[in-house]
Structure formats: structure tokens, C-alpha cells
């Protein structure tokens, strides 16, 4: 079965840091990936996404992420964060082989340090 | 506001009870998608609706069940609650069943 692993469950830094998220996924096909994120008490809201072309990927609020094919890697980066970037974040891959059906990460709690 | 319209926002029952949570997607979205988020448990993926048809289907209990609606509204339906059932439901939808997910804000069910 397909799965997406992200490896840090809980990442603490303080502001300006630079951040970086991993994600792993299992699938060596063709793949739609996805990163979301959940501020606290609020619903996930879309962050970045990769169908095809330009492996690196720039979202909303200064986050970029990076498909490697070879390491079946999405990895999530910041230059320098921010305490409002406090948030869970989650890595979301779908495939043809899955029916696109979204395989999610279990999620990365970050926490910033003022 | 991502245009996904969820109601109640808030639902609080009593174990063996019965609730419906409402979901209402972003306009011209033909999918719809359930979750359950849980401090134990995490983001579970319930059931996905595509034009009024079930699509596929996650961790669903039996005692949970959904539909999809001719205006492509959807419905989860919840019985024989119990304390575990306690969680945030949200909805999702999708233009398509391969585009992004939007998501709504959520229901909070508290079972008693």
C-alpha cells in the first residue's frame, strides 16, 4: 500500500530560523503532491501543490517545496520563520494507482519561539 | 474563506444518540469528502462522493454512513454515538476527484 511518511512529528525553532519539512512518499509512478496547513483551532488550508513542470514549487506565504523524484521526496522549506508559522503541516500525495485518492502524512507540529 | 460551507460548527449529544453534520461545497465542485481529526487518532479520511456517487471509501465506521445530494451537498450521518465519536468532522470538496481539496471549517462533536 501507498504511504507518506513525514519524519519530524514535532519541530520547534525560533523566529528566523530556517525551516525544513521532509516528506516521503512510497509511490515511484506519477504523482500529485500537496502540502497543507492547519493553524491552531482553524481548518487545513492549501499551501502548495505539484502536478508537473518545475520541480520547485513556490506557495503562499513564503513556502516553497522541492520534488525529487529520485528520493520520492517533497520536503517543505522556509528561509526564515515566523511565530505566525505555528501550525500543524501535512504532506498529501495522490496517484493514479491510488484513483487519486489522497494518502496523508501524519503531520508536523511546529512550533515557532518568539 | 475557502468556500466550503459546513454546519453546525458546534454539536454537542449524548452516547447512543443520533446527529447529521451538513456540508455545502465550493461552488462548481463536484466532489465532497469527510474527515474525522482526533487528538489520538489524527486526519482520518471517511468517504468521498463524486457527482452523487460514492467513490471511495477510508476509515468509515458501520455506524457512520453518507450521501451526496442532487445539488451536490452532502450529509454525514452519525448513530449510536459514542464518547470516542468526540472529534472535529470536517468536509473537503475538489473540482475534480484529482484537483486540490478546499476545505470547510469543521463541526466539533462532542458526545457526552
Known amino acids: 500500500a501507498q504511504s507518506v511518511s513525514q519524519h519530524n512529528h514535532h519541530v520547534i525553532l525560533s523566529e528566523a530560523a530556517s525551516l525544513e519539512l521532509g516528506c516521503n512518499y512510497s509511490y515511484g509512478g506519477t504523482v500529485n503532491l500537496f502540502w497543507y496547513v492547519q493553524y491552531p483551532g482553524q481548518h487545513l488550508q492549501l499551501l502548495l501543490k505539484y502536478f508537473s513542470g518545475d520541480p520547485l514549487v513556490k506557495g503562499i506565504k513564503g513556502f516553497e517545496a522541492e520534488f525529487i523524484k529520485s528520493k520520492f521526496s517533497f520536503n517543505l522549506r522556509k528561509p526564515s520563520v515566523q511565530w505566525s508559522d505555528t501550525a500543524e503541516y501535512f504532506c498529501a500525495v495522490a496517484s493514479p494507482d491510488s484513483n487519486y485518492q489522497l494518502i496523508w502524512g501524519a503531520g508536523t507540529k511546529l512550533i515557532i519561539k518568539p | 474563506d475557502s468556500g466550503v460551507t459546513q454546519t453546525p460548527k458546534h454539536l454537542i449529544t449524548a452516547t447512543g444518540q443520533r446527529v447529521t453534520l451538513r456540508c455545502s461545497p465550493r461552488s462548481g465542485d463536484l466532489s465532497v469528502y469527510w474527515y474525522q481529526q482526533s487528538l489520538d487518532q489524527g486526519l482520518q479520511f471517511l468517504i468521498q462522493y463524486y457527482n452523487g456517487e460514492e467513490r471511495a471509501k477510508g476509515n468509515i465506521l458501520e455506524r457512520f454512513s453518507a450521501q451526496q445530494f442532487p445539488d451536490l451537498h452532502s450529509e454525514l450521518n452519525l448513530s449510536s454515538l459514542e464518547l470516542g465519536d468526540s472529534a472535529l468532522y470536517f468536509c473537503?470538496?475538489?473540482?475534480?476527484?484529482?484537483?486540490?481539496?478546499?476545505f470547510g471549517p469543521g463541526t466539533r462533536l462532542t458526545v457526552l
Open positions: 473537503a470538496s475538489s473540482e475534480n476527484f484529482y484537483n486540490e481539496q478546499f
